[in-house]
């Protein structure tokens, strides 16, 4: 088991800039991808971001070159710094943790959520 704690949400102004943190507890040592994902009123949960536990990165495109997430593995904990931050940007956002049973990310793997954290934009 995989337990997850959010926190940093909260107001910002359009082109402010607000920091997420993530903290892992459990089973963590493992191949891992932790990352971020985002729910907007009416909208389908969507990939903010991801880090692999090799430090590779992957962004979705509305935000790259805004957001940037990072990695303390001696913390377990996973940021998500998110700059210029634009109304479209309020949502739900939510650590996710998938943690593979092979040795790389082409195996099997469980997925874990945390309890999400709300992060609003006003312009």
């Known amino acids: 088991q995989v337990q997850l704690v959010e926190s940093g949400g909260g107001w910002a102004q359009a082109g402010g800039s607000l920091r997420l943190s993530c903290a892992a507890s459990?089973?963590?040592?493992?191949?891992?991808?932790i990352g971020w994902y985002r729910q907007a009123p009416g909208k389908q949960r969507e990939l903010v971001a991801t880090?692999?536990?090799?430090?590779?990165?992957n962004y979705a495109d509305s935000v790259k070159g805004r957001f940037f997430i990072s990695r303390d593995n001696a913390k377990n904990t996973v940021y998500l710094e998110m700059n210029s931050l634009k109304p479209e940007d309020t949502a739900v956002y939510y650590c996710?943790?998938?943690?593979?049973?092979?040795?790389?990310?082409?195996?099997?793997?469980?997925?874990?959520w945390g309890q999400g954290t709300q992060v609003t934009v006003f312009s």
């Open positions: 880090i692999s536990s090799g430090g590779s990165t």
């Open positions: 996710n943790f998938k943690r593979y049973y092979g040795v790389s990310t082409d195996s099997s793997y469980s997925q874990y």
């Open positions: 459990g089973s963590t040592f493992s191949v891992n991808v």
